[in-house]
């Protein structure tokens, strides 16, 4: 996306970054070039090359996971190591040796617990525990490297593993990916580790176990009725690819490779192409996973990561990925995921159910994708290399976290960083400016200087939020309008213990009922879709946005039209047609803020100084609320608003195991407590067309809350169930949300729409441009009457739009019922 320009007094201010406690010396800047070269597959064929092409792939693999043992020289990763063979300390020293008969581990027993689930997931947690001290086994640095008896007792493991837990002809119990999916990567992983240490017959007996519960990565299970899509077809094809080559099987690394085009079902479920529905990459940057959800922070990386480690694992080899479609994934890199990375981390709006794990939290998954980046890089080539190495030197320069040994990555990966930072050639990429709109997923995310922002909005078409497994169990509301605000001030604020202690019926931006709600813990899987069809919106010229919903809540009990318009410094919220039958209070959510215990800023209600701390009393608010150094909140009068508004300090208690006790991704029982700023919309008992209208100045400084508050450069113009509209007077900028066709002969504030559609006009001084999409999907072609606005011909427009009139102005939109907008510009 290219950024866009925005006024002088808009402009992100200069911070140069200062690298000097960063610069690399000349001898740990060749290491580090020459480590990343060979760890992407595109070191010179000699750095690897034998006789033998699969030993050849098996001593790539292995410095893929283990790096060449320059990272022992790599002052900047020394305290990474020193936690790896902390780990690796404590994990070795709890392991039962010899093997155990009914585990490897106290903690985790795979006999006699009456529950085969979590046998199961007891059996994936060891291999995951095994790799780890393979892991640091293999890696120079570490204080495990190369040690003996350590390497004897994960051979009697691997054994014992083999032949009681995980072997060929079990009945495949409890939940099926780690049995498909995790097992068999970690098995082949540990195999090349240990390679030259694993006897033969183990690794022949491991390796059979994977092929006879994955025989064929195109497919789930041992039969062909259900095709394996995204994440899940990445994760079998890299695994196949290494059971090949631990196996001698060159047939199994075709057959892997393959898979990725997914040749024997024509390409239907290629990774390398574009969809239309269900799962996989859109045209227009949207990535779903498990039919439903928009899901590139979480599978999203998972299948870039493992794309990119397959085509550097094969690069230059006989069994090279060859597709042509990869451009597809090497353009995914800007358009789907770099819009959801903020300063390295990976916004929750698209990570599904793992916002509920305590070790892969925001920034976790954003160096996730920062290293799998950087891993496609070398072997894609110019523009991409470039382009790529600029937005993650980028990243790193903002993130407000470690730059080198990345939490939750391998020292190998840690040394891609490394050599990004080092390369002087490339400059950092500056911080995001732009608005995009993404309507096959129902997102839009817009970034400025002070603030980026996303909403969390669900239809028929996508869900609501995904339970499963035991995990995300408290994520009822988290598709009904949750609205993140990401500020530099608090980099944390999703990330620091934010999911498990807070108000899970009070997440920003959301309408709901005190109704109260069950937890999801239990077996299985789930992705409760929405009611409505309106949902979605649009983007004008890459720098406003529009969102909107047509609510309807989990049991019907509560409907009310939402929209959240997007603007230069600031985010205009409304919500109409409050209405509930439930018999339990109605309220939105404007913000819950989290701090920790005891720093809550100073807060001004009506520009009035507060001092609130948890447990004081709510305090009543009229026109405006400002946490200092985080941003300001102004309520506007207008159509169908009503209810009381109130600011409180609320401090909250939680853990993480509540919210996710899954077997692998489970977390601590250690009571957590945090500080919230909850500001909070009441609308009472059963509601009949009740609604709110607010700004939100995220990162603002109280002035700009204070002069808005006083005078509000927003008009609000429509705030009911059909319409709502806004205009910012400065801009010459209209923007609404119409959920239904207008009344004949009743316009709205001068607009007529025929139907539900997302409507964007920019009035300038020699020209008018509007934009429209249809949320619902449900009309082709749209037509709207724009009443007074004065407009002569068509200078530019996208093909489908046709201009009907001019007095008054009316135009056609032939639409491509995906919720995408069209846009027309008009000289005057």
């Known amino acids: 996306m290219t950024p866009i320009t925005l006024p002088h007094d808009l402009e992100a201010p200069l911070s140069p970054f200062d690298l000097s406690p960063f610069e690399l010396n000349r001898r740990t800047l060749l290491t580090l070039m020459g480590a990343a070269a060979v760890f992407a597959g595109t070191a010179p064929a000699a750095a690897v090359a034998s006789e033998d092409p699969l030993a050849d792939l098996i001593a790539r693999r292995r410095l893929m996971l283990a790096g060449d043992g320059s990272a022992a020289a790599v002052p900047e990763l020394a305290e990474a190591l020193k936690a790896m063979s902390g780990s690796a300390a404590a994990t070795w020293k709890s392991m039962i040796t010899p093997s155990g008969t009914s585990g490897l581990w106290a903690d985790l027993p795979l006999a006699g617990i009456g529950s085969a689930a979590d046998a199961t997931g007891n059996m994936g947690v060891s291999f995951n525990r095994i790799y780890e001290l393979a892991l640091a086994y293999s890696t120079a640095g570490s204080e495990q490297h190369g040690d003996t008896p350590l390497a004897e007792d994960l051979v009697s493991a691997l054994s014992y593993l083999s032949t009681t837990a995980y072997k060929a002809g079990m009945r495949a119990a409890g939940n099926w990916w780690f049995w498909e999916i995790g097992v068999p990567r970690r098995a082949a992983d540990i195999l090349v580790l240990l390679h030259d240490l694993v006897p033969g017959e183990l690794r022949t007996s491991l390796m059979a176990a994977a092929r006879y519960f994955t025989p064929d990565p195109n497919w789930r299970g041992r039969g062909t009725g259900f095709a394996e899509t995204g994440a899940n077809r990445t994760d079998k094809a890299l695994s196949c690819a290494l059971r ?139 523009p991409y290399r470039g382009r790529y190495l600029a937005l993650v030197k980028g990243w790193l320069q903002r993130a407000s976290l470690t730059l080198y040994g990345l939490l939750g990555q391998s020292i190998a990966k840690s040394l891609l960083v490394t050599s990004a930072l080092a390369d002087t050639a490339v400059a950092a990429a500056p911080a995001p400016l732009y608005t995009k709109a993404f309507g096959d997923q129902d997102r839009l995310v ?99 946005g529009i969102q909107g919903m047509d609510h309807l809540n989990f049991n019907k009990t509560l409907g009310a039209r939402k929209s959240w318009f997007f603007l230069d410094d600031k985010v205009v919220c409304l919500g109409a047609g409050i209405t509930s039958a439930s018999g339990h209070e109605v309220f939105t959510t404007v913000d819950n803020r989290s701090f920790a215990p005891g720093t809550v800023p100073e807060i001004r209600t009506d520009s009035r100084n507060r001092v609130l701390a948890a447990g004081s009393a709510a305090v009543k608010v009229k026109r405006s609320v400002h946490i200092m150094g985080h941003g300001g909140y102004v309520f506007l009068p207008g159509e169908n608003v009503s209810g009381d508004i109130d600011v409180q300090v609320i401090r909250r208690t939680g853990d993480w195991k509540t919210i996710n ?80 066709a207008t009344a004949a002969g009743q316009p709205v504030q001068g607009v007529t729409s025929s139907g539900p559609c997302s409507l964007a006009v920019h009035q300038e001084k020699d020209r008018v441009t509007v934009a429209l999409s249809d949320p619902s999907r449900t009309q082709s072609p749209a037509q709207v009457t724009l009443d007074g606005v004065a407009a002569n011909a068509v200078v530019e427009s996208d093909p489908g739009v046709t201009l009907l009139s001019t007095s008054p102005l009316t135009l056609e939109f032939a639409l491509d019922g995906h919720g995408h907008a069209k846009r027309v510009v008009l000289s005057r």
């Open 661 to 740: 006790s899954g077997s692998d991704t489970g977390g601590s029982d250690e009571v957590k407590t945090r500080d919230y700023v909850t500001i909070t919309h009441h609308h009472g008992t059963n509601p009949q067309g009740g609604g709110y209208a607010y700004v939100a100045f995220p990162g603002a400084e109280h002035s700009v809350t204070f002069t808005e508050s006083d005078e509000p450069t927003i008009e609000v113009l429509a705030n009911n169930a059909v319409a709502q509209m806004i205009r910012d007077g400065s801009q010459g900028l209209l923007l609404a949300n119409f959920f239904a």
């Open 244 to 382: 090949g080559i631990l196996d001698g099987r060159p047939d199994e690394i075709a057959l892997a490779r393959d898979a990725l085009s997914d040749t024997v079902g024509g390409g239907r479920n290629s990774v390398f192409g574009y969809v239309t529905s269900g799962d996989g990459f859109y045209t227009d940057g949207s990535f779903v996973q498990h039919s439903y959800l928009p899901y590139v922070g979480t599978y999203g990386v998972v299948t870039l990561g493992g794309i990119a480690e397959i085509l550097g694992l094969l690069g230059g080899s006989g069994w090279d990925v060859t597709d042509p479609k990869k451009s597809v994934v090497l353009d995914a890199v800007e358009a789907s995921y770099a819009p959801f990375i903020w300063n390295g981390r990976m916004m929750d709006a698209v990570r599904g159910r793992a916002v509920s794990r305590q070790k892969n939290p925001d920034y976790v998954d954003g160096a996730a994708a920062l290293t799998a980046i950087l891993l496609l890089a070398p072997g894609a080539g110019e």
């Open 446 to 544: 817009h970034h400025r200087p002070a603030f980026s922002s996303v909403v969390n909005i669900s239809s028929k078409r996508i869900g609501r939020y995904e339970w499963g497994n035991f995990e995300n169990n408290l994520g009822w509301y988290q598709g009904d309008g949750m609205t993140f605000y990401y500020i530099p001030a608090a980099p944390d604020q999703y990330s620091a213990d934010f999911w498990p202690t807070v108000d899970p019926y009070r997440l920003p931006g959301t309408t709901v009922t005190a109704e109260p709600r069950v937890s999801g813990a239990a077996n299985g899987t789930g992705i409760p879709r929405a009611f409505q069809a309106f949902a979605g919106g649009l983007d004008l010229d890459g720098r406003w």
